[in-house]
């Protein structure tokens, strides 16, 4: 039912774009609370709830009030109705290829509540380990305060270790702090302990003041703290976590964009409420109508944008990189744009390249499904599945070279804190056998 549901609505939404964009996204924003409706069980697909959610955040609503206002962004004027249109298409060939990976794929087991793990020492050296760690990235956030609250990234300094230094500084220290946070809260909620309780609530409220949320990108804030709410959520009140994270990025992400704009940058959103959180489609309508778009680049697109971890000088085909182009500096207020990645899978592959990109995306997150279960004894392996989750969130908006780098740190971070929490695991008896000879 779901599956017919979908492919009737992919059909829908193509007709209503091809008549008016802006009909075309709202029967996206249908289509996507349909679809998370229908993905309410505790057997179906986390990755499918949070992918719907992240359509229903982006590219539904905010784009179709947009175009229906005649909104622009970052003095690249208003777009034609036949760019809207095509950019709409991307989207809908992205979505077709992400349901297409999920054919046939049975659902998970129901979530049974209370059988978590029993294997769990009943003593505090995990949770002091963990406190510790992230007392530690708390200091270490400190060690350079220029670089921990700027909100935006870095405004001046022409150092090369800069970027190096903002990473191990302060996206990764914050990570490390937020993920810490998640287990010691995990484990708190399984042990029932006061020292447990202690130790997540000190942690918690360092997590806030290394996260402060009008001076911390946005993508710390998901990676490191939705985590969290996935574990919660994700098996059981799966519509609470559909709306909070909807909530949290579409009502309060654009009342702190403007408070933090406003306040350190002297910026006003004009275009307020419609935040430039919200900008990805604009963005690759204005691509397609203001850039001419070169030969395929079978794979180099992806390859260059993949290429984040790497020294600027040693990146790789830094020509494909489309936010480069002259064509693009020369039409936008700022080259640092929100391109999302099915974009960049159509400067590949042509139009192929969105359904094939949504492919292996929905490929490779059939483990990460199958890896979350809040029954499961808390490690790396784990933390880094519900990081995954949350780092699709940011993934979906892009650009590939801005959600990169805290993904990594993320990743990171939950291999630093599963690794300490996996000491709380008690071996299991080994076998002992009777009455059978030596060897």
């Known amino acids: 039912m779901r599956t017919l549901s979908f492919w009737s609505g992919i059909v829908c939404a193509m007709l209503c774009g091809l008549v008016d964009p802006a009909w075309g996204y709202m029967a996206v924003f249908a289509l996507s609370l349909l679809q998370i ?10 990755f499918l709830l949070i992918h719907y959610t992240a359509i229903l955040t982006y590219f539904s609503l905010a784009p179709a009030m947009q175009i229906s206002h005649d909104v622009a962004f970052w003095d690249a004027g208003i777009m034609r109705t036949a760019s809207h249109t095509q950019a709409l298409m991307l989207l809908l ?9 999920r054919l046939g794929v049975p659902d998970a087991p129901a979530h049974l509540p209370g ?9 505090a050296h995990p ?10 990235a708390f200091a270490t956030l400190f060690i350079k305060p220029e670089l921990n609250f700027v909100a935006r990234g870095i405004t001046d300094g022409g150092e090369d270790n800069v970027p190096l230094d903002f990473i191990f500084y302060s996206t990764l220290p914050k990570l490390v702090v937020l993920m810490c946070f998640v287990a010691l809260a995990i484990h708190a909620v399984r042990r029932r302990t006061p020292w447990s309780w202690c130790a997540a609530g000190l942690a918690g409220a360092l997590a806030l003041l290394a996260a402060n949320p009008v001076n911390t990108p946005r993508q710390i804030l998901l990676i490191g703290l939705l985590p969290l709410l996935i574990h919660a959520l994700g098996r059981s009140r799966r519509w609470l976590l559909a709306g909070i994270v909807f909530g949290a990025i579409a009502g309060l992400g654009p009342v702190l964009n403007l408070i933090s704009r406003g306040s350190m940058w002297g910026e006003e959103l004009t275009t307020f409420p419609f935040s430039q959180d919200f900008d990805a489609m604009f963005v690759v309508a204005g691509i ?12 180099r697109y992806l390859l260059s944008a993949f290429s984040f971890f790497l020294p600027r000088n040693l990146k790789m085909f ?22 999302p990645p099915f974009t960049t899978a159509y ?5 192929a390249g969105p359904a094939l990109f949504g492919f292996a995306i929905s490929a490779g997150f059939r483990w990460v499904d199958r890896a979350i279960d809040p029954n499961r004894p808390l490690s790396g392996s784990y933390l880094s599945a519900l990081v995954l989750l949350a780092a699709y969130v940011p993934f979906m908006r892009g650009p590939i070279l801005g959600w990169g780098p805290f993904a990594v740190s993320g990743l990171i971070a939950a291999v630093i804190a599963g690794a300490l929490s996996s000491r709380a695991r008690r071996p299991l008896p080994r076998a002992v056998r009777h009455g059978l000879p030596n060897a």
């Open 37 to 46: 409706s229908m993905l309410g069980s505790s057997g179906a697909s986390v």
């Open 93 to 101: 060939l992205y979505m077709a290829g992400v349901e297409a990976a």
């Open 115 to 123: 059988r978590h793990d029993r294997r769990l020492v009943g003593v």
């Open 127 to 136: 949770l002091l380990l963990l406190l510790s760690c992230s007392l530690a």
């Open 288 to 299: 397609l109508e203001r850039a001419p778009i070169p030969d395929l680049g079978w794979g």
């Open 318 to 339: 830094p020509e494909f990189d489309p936010l480069g182009w002259s064509a693009i500096l020369g039409n936008f207020s700022q080259s640092n744009l929100s391109l």
């Open 347 to 351: 400067f590949d592959f042509g139009m």
